[in-house]
C-alpha cells in the first residue's frame, strides 16, 4: 500500500461497482482479470497525493476524485444530428460507441472489406488478447477500466491487407441528465504486411461532468503501417483518462498524433514498446487549454531491440489559468544500438495565471545511439506582432495569425483532408476564447 | 566518553594505483564513539566552544532528523543505487590532535605529517603558495587545521576562517546566515549536517570589496569510518566579488565513506559568487567497492544584481547526489551552472542543479556534460522553476551526454516549471558516443586510441573547463584523463 492512500475515493468506485452488481457476468476468464485489476486498485486508489509521485506530479486529481458519477443512461444519439460536430466521412469505416457502449446498429450494417474484421464483447474470441498489453494491474486507470469495462470492440487486419479507408470509432456521450462514466475498450491487430489508419475521438452533447477511462490496445506485427489519430474534446465540466498501449514488431511503423482539448482535466498516456529491431514510431500532439483546465501528457517510447527510429513531438498553447503537462519519457534499453530517438515540447503562454511543466527526459543504456530533446516555453514574440501590425493587420488578428501559426506545425499532422479540416476548423473555434482569456506580455 | 590519542594508523588497505590520492596519514585523531544521539550532538558543540544558540539550533535539526528518520524520509528518488546505510556505524566526530591538543596558531605548530599530507595532495600551505596567491583553508576529517593569508584579507575586512572561528569571533555573522539558504528542515542530509557539522569555511566579504585572491578549501577524509560533514558559508556583501574553488580527496577505504557536507551562498546587492568544486573523492575500486558517498546540499541566494555561478569537475566518489542551485529571489539576478561530471567503472552519479526564479529579469545558464564508461551511470537532474513574479526571466539550458562502452547508462531528467508567460525558457540535450570520424582522423594523425579519446573529451567539456580559475583548469583536464584510464579499448 502507498504510503499516501485515500481510502474514500476507493470507497466511492466500490459503491459505484455495486450498482452494477446485476449485470451478468463477462465469463470468467474475464472475472479473473477484473479481480486483479480491483485487488490492485483498491491498493493504490485515484492518487491524489502529488509529492514523490512522478506519474502525477502535476496534475491534481481532487476535483475527479470530489465528484460521484453514474453509469446509467437512459437517452440516445441520433448520429444525423451530431456529423458537423465529430470527425466524420460517409466514406470512412465509422463505429459507434454511445455512452460506453457498442453500437453496431445505429448506423446501418458496416460494409468491411475482406481482411478487416470486428467483434465485439459478446463475440467470445474477442477476449483472447485482452489485458496483454494494458495489464490489469499496470496502473491506477488502467486497472479501473478493466474493473468496469462493459463493451468494446476487437479489430483485426489480416496479413499483407491495405484497407484503405480510415477505421473512425467515435466515442460519444448522449445528453444524459446526470454525472457519468465511461470505460471503453479497443483491442487493434495490425497482421503482417499491412496497412491501416484508425481515428479515435471523444465528445460529450450533455453539458454534466463525465468521465472517460478508455484503453486502448494496439497490436502491430512485422512491416505493419499503422496511422492513429486521437481527438479528445469532451464538455469543460468533465474528466478523461486515456491509456493507449502499443507494441510493435520487426519494420512495424507507428504513426500518432493527438488533439487534445475540452475537458478540466485530460489525461493522455501513451507507451511505445519497439520490441523488434528497425520498428519506427512517430507520436505527435497539441494541446491547448484554456479556463482552468489542466491537461497532462504522459508518453513513453521503450527501444528494447537494436537499429529503431522514435520521435515525439509535442505543442502546447496554454490561456487563462490552465495548467499543462508533458512528461516525455525515451528509454533506450541495454543492447538497444543504433537507436535514433527524439524528442521536443515547444509551448506557447499566453496569459498570466497558467503553468507548464515539461520533463522531457531521457534514459540510455546503450552507447552507439542519437538521442536528443528539447523544451522551450515562452509567448508571443512581440516583432513578428510589430511585423503583422505594419503591413496592416490589426493587433487581434495579427496575434489570431501568430497563434494560429503556432499550432499549424501540428494540425497539418493530421493528413486525412477531413481530418485536417476539422481540426482546423476546431482550432480556429478555439482562437477567439483564447485571445478573451490571454494578456499582452513583454515588451518592444 | 571521548576516546582520546586513538591513533589511527590503518595503511591504505587497498592497491589501486589510479587513485594517486589514496594515502591515509598517520596522524592522532581524536574520535567521538561511533554513532549519533542528542550527546553526540551536544558534544560536537561543546567541543567548538560554541554559543547557546547554535546548539539550540543543532539539536531542533537533530529532531528533526530523527523525525525524517523515523519516518522513512530518506531521499530515494535518484538513480543510485547503494545498500542501506547504518547512520548509528559512523564516527561523527573525528579531530586530527595536535601534539599540543589545541588549534594551531602558526603554520610551524601543524603536525608535521598533515603537512606532508597536504604536500602530496599538492595543495601549498606554506610560504610557497604565495606564489600561487591562493587563500586556502584545509579541513582535515571534520576540522579546519590551517587557514593561510587570513592577516593579508583581513587588511581588507575580508574573514575567511574556519567555520568554528566564525562561530567564536563573528557570531552575529554567522547567526544572521547560518540555515537562512538552506534550513535545517531543507532535506535528509541537511538536516543531518546541521546537526553534526564539525567546522568547514567561512567567508565574508565586505561591501564593495573585490577579493584580490582565489579563497580556497581543501576537504579530505582520512579517518576510516568517519563522516565528513562540513559547512560553508559564504557571504558576498553588497557590490564585492569572491572567488572560491574546492577541493576534495579521501584515502581509498573498503569501507564506503559518507559526506553530507552544506553550502549556503549568500550574495547580496550587486555582488558576485563565483563558486568552483573539484571533487575527486575516493570513486571505490575498479570492481565497486568502497568510496565516498557525496550527498551534499549546495545552494546560494541572489539578491538584487547579484551574480552566483556554480562550476563543478565531479570524478569522484561511489555515488553523488548533489543539485547546486541558485534562488534568483532579487531583481535582475543571474544564475550559472557549469558541469562535468564522469561515472567510470561502478560510479553512479546523479548531479544537476535547480535554478529557482522569483525576481524580475532573471536570468539563469545551465551547461552540463556528463560522461558515462565503464559500468558507470550518470544521471543530470535539472529544475527550472519560474514563479509568477518572475516576469521577463530567461533561462537557457544546455546537457550533453557522452558514453563510452555499451555498459554505462546516461540519462537526463529536466523538470521545467514555467508560472510566468513573460518567460523565455530553451532547454537543450543530446547524448551520442565519441564518433568513429573524429576518433579515425585524430588517429591517422598519429594519436593512440586513448589520446584520441582524450583530446576529444577535453575539447567536448570545454565549454565547463573554461570557466575555471586556471590552476583548476589544467587539474580538471587532468583529471578527466586520468579518471578515464582504461575506460577505451
Known amino acids: 500500500m502507498p504510503k499516501h492512500f485515500f481510502p474514500e475515493s476507493v470507497k466511492k468506485f466500490h459503491d459505484l461497482l455495486e450498482t452494477r452488481k446485476s449485470v451478468p457476468s463477462l465469463g470468467t476468464n474475464i472475472d479473473v482479470l477484473k479481480k486483479i485489476a480491483w485487488d490492485y486498485f483498491s491498493s493504490t486508489g485515484i492518487p491524489l497525493h502529488r509529492r514523490g509521485n512522478e506519474l502525477w506530479k502535476y496534475t491534481n486529481l481532487k476535483p475527479l476524485s470530489d465528484t460521484s458519477f453514474t453509469l446509467s443512461s437512459d437517452s440516445d444519439v441520433n448520429v444525423e444530428d451530431i456529423v458537423n460536430e465529430i470527425p466524420w466521412s460517409k466514406d470512412w469505416h465509422n463505429i459507434l460507441f454511445i455512452n460506453g457502449m457498442y453500437r453496431p446498429d445505429s448506423l446501418g450494417k458496416l460494409d468491411l472489406p475482406s481482411g478487416l474484421s470486428i467483434s465485439d464483447f459478446q463475440h467470445n474470441n474477442m477476449w483472447a488478447n485482452f489485458g496483454s498489453l494494458a495489464k490489469p494491474n499496470s496502473g491506477t486507470f488502467a486497472a479501473l477500466n478493466t474493473v468496469f469495462v462493459q463493451d468494446g470492440i476487437s479489430i483485426k487486419i489480416e496479413p499483407d491487407t491495405k484497407i484503405r479507408k480510415p477505421i473512425n470509432i467515435i466515442f460519444v456521450v448522449s445528453e444524459v441528465p446526470r454525472n457519468f462514466a465511461t470505460f471503453p475498450r479497443v483491442y487493434l491487430d495490425v497482421g503482417e504486411n499491412s496497412e491501416a489508419t484508425m481515428i479515435e475521438s471523444y465528445i460529450s452533447l450533455t453539458s454534466h461532468p463525465i468521465l472517460t477511462i478508455p484503453v486502448v490496445e494496439i497490436e502491430q506485427h512485422t512491416e505493419a503501417i499503422l496511422r492513429h489519430y486521437r481527438i479528445q474534446m469532451e464538455n469543460e465540466n468533465s474528466f478523461h483518462i486515456g491509456s493507449t498501449r502499443v507494441g510493435q514488431k520487426g519494420s512495424s511503423k507507428f504513426e500518432s498524433s493527438t488533439f487534445a482539448t475540452g475537458p478540466r482535466i485530460g489525461r493522455n498516456d501513451i507507451h511505445v514498446s519497439l520490441n523488434e529491431p528497425d520498428a519506427t514510431c512517430q507520436l505527435h500532439g497539441l494541446y491547448i487549454t484554456f479556463g482552468d483546465q489542466q491537461q497532462d501528457n504522459e508518453i513513453s517510447t521503450t527501444h528494447s531491440k537494436p537499429s529503431c527510429t522514435s520521435g515525439q513531438f509535442y505543442k502546447g498553447i496554454l490561456a487563462g489559468k490552465s495548467t499543462a503537462v508533458f512528461s516525455g519519457d525515451i528509454v533506450v534499453e541495454k543492447g538497444a544500438q543504433k537507436s535514433i530517438a527524439d524528442q521536443k515540447d515547444l509551448n506557447l503562454l499566453l496569459s498570466k495565471g497558467v503553468e507548464i511543466d515539461t520533463k522531457p527526459s531521457l534514459e540510455i543504456f546503450a552507447d552507439d545511439v542519437q538521442c536528443s530533446h528539447g523544451a522551450t516555453a515562452g509567448h508571443i514574440d512581440l516583432n513578428s506582432l510589430f511585423y503583422l501590425q505594419s503591413r496592416g493587420l490589426d493587433f487581434n488578428t495579427a496575434k489570431a495569425m501568430l497563434i494560429r501559426g503556432f499550432a499549424d506545425e501540428m494540425i497539418v499532422e493530421f493528413e486525412l483532408t477531413e481530418l485536417f479540416e476539422f481540426i482546423s476548423g476546431l482550432v480556429d473555434d478555439i482562437i477567439p476564447t483564447l485571445q478573451s482569456q490571454s494578456d499582452t506580455i513583454g515588451t518592444t | 566518553m571521548i576516546n582520546k590519542n586513538n591513533t589511527i594508523s590503518r595503511k591504505s588497505e587497498l592497491s589501486n594505483k589510479?587513485?594517486?590520492?589514496?594515502?591515509?596519514?598517520?596522524?592522532?585523531?581524536?574520535?567521538?564513539?561511533?554513532?549519533?544521539?542528542?550527546?553526540?550532538?551536544?558534544?560536537?558543540?561543546?567541543?567548538?566552544?560554541?554559543?547557546?544558540?547554535?546548539?539550540?539550533?543543532?539539536?531542533?535539526?537533530?529532531?528533526?532528523?530523527?523525525?525524517?528518520?523515523?519516518?522513512?524520509?530518506?531521499?530515494?528518488?535518484?538513480?543510485?543505487?547503494?545498500?542501506?546505510?547504518?547512520?548509528?556505524?559512523?564516527?561523527?566526530?573525528?579531530?586530527?590532535?595536535?601534539?599540543?591538543?589545541?588549534?594551531?596558531?602558526?603554520?610551524?605548530?601543524?603536525?608535521?605529517?598533515?603537512?606532508?599530507?597536504?604536500?602530496?595532495?599538492?595543495?601549498?600551505?606554506?610560504?610557497?603558495?604565495?606564489?600561487?596567491?591562493?587563500?586556502?583553508?584545509?579541513?582535515?576529517?571534520?576540522?579546519?587545521?590551517?587557514?593561510?593569508?587570513?592577516?593579508?584579507?583581513?587588511?581588507?575586512?575580508?574573514?575567511?576562517?574556519?567555520?568554528?572561528?566564525?562561530?567564536?569571533?563573528?557570531?552575529?555573522?554567522?547567526?544572521?546566515?547560518?540555515?537562512?539558504?538552506?534550513?535545517?528542515?531543507?532535506?535528509?542530509?541537511?538536516?543531518?549536517?546541521?546537526?553534526?557539522?564539525?567546522?568547514?569555511?567561512?567567508?565574508?566579504?565586505?561591501?564593495?570589496?573585490?577579493?584580490?585572491?582565489?579563497?580556497?578549501?581543501?576537504?579530505?577524509?582520512?579517518?576510516?569510518?568517519?563522516?565528513?560533514?562540513?559547512?560553508?558559508?559564504?557571504?558576498?556583501?553588497?557590490?564585492?566579488?569572491?572567488?572560491?574553488?574546492?577541493?576534495?580527496?579521501?584515502?581509498?577505504?573498503?569501507?564506503?565513506?559518507?559526506?553530507?557536507?552544506?553550502?549556503?551562498?549568500?550574495?547580496?546587492?550587486?555582488?558576485?559568487?563565483?563558486?568552483?568544486?573539484?571533487?575527486?573523492?575516493?570513486?571505490?575500486?575498479?570492481?565497486?567497492?568502497?568510496?565516498?558517498?557525496?550527498?551534499?546540499?549546495?545552494?546560494?541566494?541572489?539578491?538584487?544584481?547579484?551574480?552566483?555561478?556554480?562550476?563543478?569537475?565531479?570524478?569522484?566518489?561511489?555515488?553523488?547526489?548533489?543539485?547546486?542551485?541558485?534562488?534568483?529571489?532579487?531583481?535582475?539576478?543571474?544564475?550559472?551552472?557549469?558541469?562535468?561530471?564522469?561515472?567510470?567503472?561502478?560510479?553512479?552519479?546523479?548531479?544537476?542543479?535547480?535554478?529557482?526564479?522569483?525576481?524580475?529579469?532573471?536570468?539563469?545558464?545551465?551547461?552540463?556534460?556528463?560522461?558515462?564508461?565503464?559500468?558507470?551511470?550518470?544521471?543530470?537532474?535539472?529544475?527550472?522553476?519560474?514563479?509568477?513574479?518572475?516576469?521577463?526571466?530567461?533561462?537557457?539550458?544546455?546537457?550533453?551526454?557522452?558514453?563510452?562502452?555499451?555498459?554505462?547508462?546516461?540519462?537526463?531528467?529536466?523538470?521545467?516549471?514555467?508560472?510566468?508567460?513573460?518567460?523565455?525558457?530553451?532547454?537543450?540535450?543530446?547524448?551520442?558516443?565519441?564518433?568513429?570520424?573524429?576518433?579515425?582522423?585524430?588517429?591517422?594523425?598519429?594519436?593512440?586510441?586513448?589520446?584520441?579519446?582524450?583530446?576529444?573529451?577535453?575539447?567536448?567539456?570545454?565549454?565547463?573547463?573554461?570557466?575555471?580559475?586556471?590552476?583548476?583548469?589544467?587539474?580538471?583536464?587532468?583529471?578527466?584523463?586520468?579518471?578515464l584510464e582504461g575506460a577505451v579499448g
Open chain 2, 18 to 483: 589510479d587513485y594517486k590520492w589514496g594515502f591515509s596519514t598517520d596522524v592522532e585523531t581524536e574520535l567521538a564513539p561511533k554513532g549519533l544521539s542528542e550527546d553526540i550532538v551536544r558534544l560536537i558543540s561543546s567541543k567548538k566552544k560554541e554559543p547557546d544558540w547554535l546548539l539550540e539550533w543543532r539539536l531542533k535539526a537533530f529532531r528533526h532528523w530523527v523525525d525524517l528518520e523515523d519516518k522513512d524520509m530518506e531521499p530515494n528518488w535518484a538513480r543510485v543505487q547503494y545498500p542501506r546505510m547504518d547512520f548509528q556505524d559512523i564516527y561523527y566526530y573525528a579531530a586530527p590532535v595536535s601534539k599540543k591538543d589545541k588549534a594551531p596558531n602558526s603554520m610551524e605548530e601543524v603536525d608535521p605529517e598533515m603537512l606532508e599530507a597536504f604536500e602530496k595532495l599538492g595543495i601549498p600551505l606554506n610560504e610557497r603558495e604565495k606564489l600561487a596567491g591562493v587563500a586556502v583553508d584545509a579541513v582535515f576529517d571534520s576540522v579546519s587545521i590551517a587557514t593561510t593569508f587570513g592577516e593579508k584579507l583581513s587588511e581588507m575586512g575580508i574573514i575567511f576562517c574556519s567555520f568554528t572561528e566564525a562561530t567564536q569571533k563573528h557570531p552575529e555573522l554567522v547567526k544572521k546566515y547560518l540555515g537562512s539558504v538552506v534550513p535545517y528542515t531543507d532535506n535528509f542530509y541537511a538536516s543531518l549536517n546541521s546537526a553534526v557539522f564539525s567546522d568547514g569555511s567561512f567567508a565574508y566579504i565586505p561591501p564593495g570589496v573585490k577579493c584580490p585572491m582565489e579563497l580556497m578549501t581543501y576537504f579530505r577524509i582520512n579517518t576510516e569510518g568517519s563522516g565528513q560533514f562540513e559547512r560553508t558559508l559564504i557571504i558576498a556583501d553588497k557590490g564585492s566579488y569572491v572567488s572560491y574553488l574546492e577541493g576534495c580527496t579521501a584515502p581509498m577505504r573498503k569501507t564506503s565513506q559518507l559526506h553530507a557536507a552544506v553550502v549556503e551562498l549568500v550574495a547580496l546587492d550587486d555582488s558576485e559568487i563565483k563558486y568552483s568544486t573539484i571533487q575527486n573523492w575516493f570513486p571505490g575500486t575498479k570492481d565497486g567497492e568502497g568510496g565516498v558517498y557525496n550527498f551534499v546540499t549546495k545552494r546560494g541566494r541572489a539578491e538584487s544584481s547579484a551574480k552566483i555561478s556554480w562550476t563543478q569537475v565531479e570524478t569522484g566518489s561511489a555515488i553523488t547526489w548533489k543539485y547546486p542551485s541558485v534562488i534568483l529571489k532579487g531583481d535582475n539576478s543571474v544564475g550559472e551552472f557549469f558541469s562535468v561530471a564522469l561515472a567510470n567503472n561502478h560510479q553512479q552519479a546523479d548531479t544537476g542543479t535547480k535554478m529557482i526564479h522569483i525576481g524580475r529579469n532573471t536570468k539563469s545558464t545551465i551547461v552540463s556534460k556528463g560522461i558515462s564508461a565503464g559500468k558507470g551511470s550518470n544521471t543530470y537532474r535539472g529544475g527550472v522553476q519560474i514563479m509568477p513574479t518572475a516576469e521577463n526571466a530567461t533561462n537557457h539550458t544546455q546537457c550533453d551526454s557522452l558514453l563510452i562502452g555499451d555498459q554505462c547508462g546516461a540519462h537526463t531528467v529536466p523538470y521545467i516549471q514555467v508560472r510566468n508567460p513573460s518567460a523565455k525558457l530553451e532547454h537543450e540535450a543530446s547524448t551520442s558516443k565519441v564518433s568513429d570520424d573524429q576518433l579515425f582522423y585524430l588517429m591517422s594523425r598519429g594519436l593512440s586510441e586513448e589520446e584520441a579519446h582524450h583530446m576529444i573529451i577535453t575539447g567536448w567539456s570545454r565549454d565547463v573547463i573554461k570557466e575555471l580559475p586556471f590552476e583548476f583548469a589544467i587539474e580538471a583536464s587532468q583529471l578527466l584523463k586520468v579518471s
